[in-house]
């Protein structure tokens, strides 16, 4: 690697969660119990979407690659914040932190790209139910799990490009439980500045981008139901209502990262938990529990019983 070259940090320290040793158990209790819901409930989604041949469409093969990458995105931070809420000194070291920094923006850039297209396939569904099979064909459907894992690596490789070959020569403290590129630019022995425009252009844009997009196409659909059912929105409304507040959990971390102008303070660290810990855990929570084929689905499962044939 080029960029040990010129540094002189091997490793950096995190600051972590700060709070009382009382808290520190309570959160690494609390936290295991997140990551062990995720793992569970998104393995259990990949499982049904998988092995029930009734779910084999658009939707849930989207939502089945959705469990996936909300189970790398909370395996890039929650085991390592887990295993370090006890240390008293915690520390991470160049490779890991870059490798943590491309894993967290390649995982965040398909999730993004992945969220479009499930909303894409609802207002297909919604607006446009009678070509429904013919847009959302295979074909659409690969296509759009492939640009996920495009754009998120793009994303990813385009800032760490330049982040890599920074100098890194004093400071090493990161105030948070993970390494990301507006905080690991202001250790950089140079001015950032350039750096963190570089970031907040392709971060930011990318989730200011990809939020109003989402928010667009909600807007599309309500509108659509509500012209049909002559003015009775409630049911579309408490199903998007749910989808509503995990996109806007999701973004707002983000936009306070990488958009907001104002420095990064010590509290962006405590938002990004829901990003990492807790909407991977609501995506299937909102897609299954709600969900009529979800609930037949199950059903058929539990009479098949023990004689469930894998495979
Ligand atoms: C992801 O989506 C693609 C395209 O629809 C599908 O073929 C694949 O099976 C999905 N992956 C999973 C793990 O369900």
Redesign the pocket.
Known sequence: MDGLNNSVVSEFVLLGLSSSWETKVFLMLLFSLMYLGIILGNLFI?FL??FDSHLHT?MY??L??LS?IDMGVSSTTVPKMISDLLKEYKTISFQNCMTQICFIHIMGGVEMVLLIAMAFDRYTAICKPLHYLNIMN?KM??S??ITGWITGIIHAMSQFSFIVNLPFCGPNKIDSFYCDFPRIIKLACLDGAKFEFIVAANSGFMTMGTFFLLLLSYVFILVTVWKRSSGDLSKAFVTLSAHITVVVLFFTPCMFLYVWPFPTSTTDKYLFIVDFAITPVLNPAIYTFRNKDIKVAIKRLSKRGPYVKFC
Do not use: K, M
């Open positions: 990949l979407v998988i658009p093969f989207l089945a690659n996936l295979p459907c690969v759009f799990v």
